[in-house]
């Protein structure tokens, strides 16, 4: 499946914040946005303009596209969902995002970042309802369990991720055990629970052109 490969420090100051997308180094003196907090390239650092309506809209989707490590098509395709379903598009655009298996472990604390709970589904170290499930994209419902393998590597890996990073907190929705290395669905994400400062209606407005 296809994923952006390039550097993740130039995307956060692509966007003028930071997206925490290399886990703990994003908040510390490494990072690459708080020492060069500028947009990248040779003319980035003087390069001063007004953005227009489009740029706005534009920067916005590609900032939720680089949270969540997708790329256009898919991207796409998750809009296309929530506009057809009942409710408001850009929330149930941040719910179906919400929902990604690879998202589900980040946000239950068990990696450092999306990126690194992608490549444990990928590997095959993540059970849905005890089966194994190596899509990163798939879409977690209302009474499922997530949890780790009982591999002895892995269960070290996560517990010193855990002890690293469970300050961040757990949303609501998910209800993780730490120790058990399991998280439970326990109702569909709200936009409160997204807990970034995203503007879903710009990226509508962009579609809807």
Known sequence: MARYTGSSC???RREGEKLFLK?????????????RGYAPGQHGK????KMSNYGTQLRQKQKVKKIYGILEKQFR??????????????????ELLERRLD???????????RAQARQMVRHGNVLVNNRKVNIPSYSVKPGD???LKPKDNLVKSAKETIEKIKDRGVPEWLKSDFEALKADITRLP?????????KEQLIVELYSK
């Open 77 to 94: 395709r998750y809009f296309t969902i929530a506009a057809r379903v009942k409710g408001v598009t850009g929330e149930k655009l941040l």
């Open 46 to 49: 003087g390069r001063r303009f």
């Open 23 to 35: 886990g703990t180094r994003c908040y510390t003196d490494k990072c690459a946005f708080g020492r």
């Open 10 to 12: 130039r995307v956060c």
């Open 190 to 198: 709200k936009r409160e629970d997204v807990g970034m400062d995203i």
């Open 103 to 113: 998202n589900v472990i980040f946000r239950s604390c068990f990696a450092v970042s």
């Open 145 to 147: 369990r997530v949890q």
